[in-house]
């Protein structure tokens, strides 16, 4: 910029500006602001896959589960043999009942997160409820001695 003399003259900057015209508040972003926007919707879809890949993980799970429970409890082989009467098979039978009402409840608590977006625990709590219940549900396949 020059004087009405014809002598150059540099303007002071601003605080509202940089030395590069940009923002101040956005500085160290690169692109400015558009860069904090896109990580927001690159985390929300990432968290968004994971409630759906967790969803259908459980679907499967229930699924084994319940195949598992039917497989057990129609088993009846001839020859005099009767099932029921032996208590490991009562062991693995009443195991196979409490895994599928498990994760039944599991998978009806994540639909219905996901259907209404209402979480009713928070993330901690229920944390704490999957790792007890994956606990419990490995412990009690473990061999009695």
């Given at each position: ?23 101040v ?7 400015g ?10 985390r ?23 195949l ?40 009806f ?11 009713y ?7 704490m409820?999957?790792?007890?219940g ?6 009690s396949?473990?061999?009695?001695n």
């Amino acid at each position: 910029m020059a004087d009405h003399d014809g002598h150059v003259v540099e303007k002071e900057p601003t605080p509202a500006t940089t030395a590069s015209g940009g923002d101040v508040e956005n500085q160290g972003q690169p692109g400015g602001g558009g860069a904090g926007i896109s990580n927001i919707l690159r985390r929300w879809k990432r968290e968004d896959l994971l409630k759906k890949g967790s969803l259908a993980l459980r679907g499967i799970a229930l699924v084994c589960s319940l195949l598992a429970f039917i497989i057990m409890a129609s088993n009846k082989h001839g020859d005099g043999r009767n099932f029921d009467d032996y208590e490991p098979y009562r062991y693995v039978l009443a195991i196979a009942i409490l895994s599928t009402l498990y994760t039944g409840l599991q998978v009806f608590r994540q639909v219905h997160e996901l259907s209404s977006a209402a979480q009713y625990f928070s993330r901690q709590n229920l944390a704490m409820v999957d790792f007890i219940g994956d606990q419990v549900g490995g412990l009690s396949l473990k061999k009695k001695n």
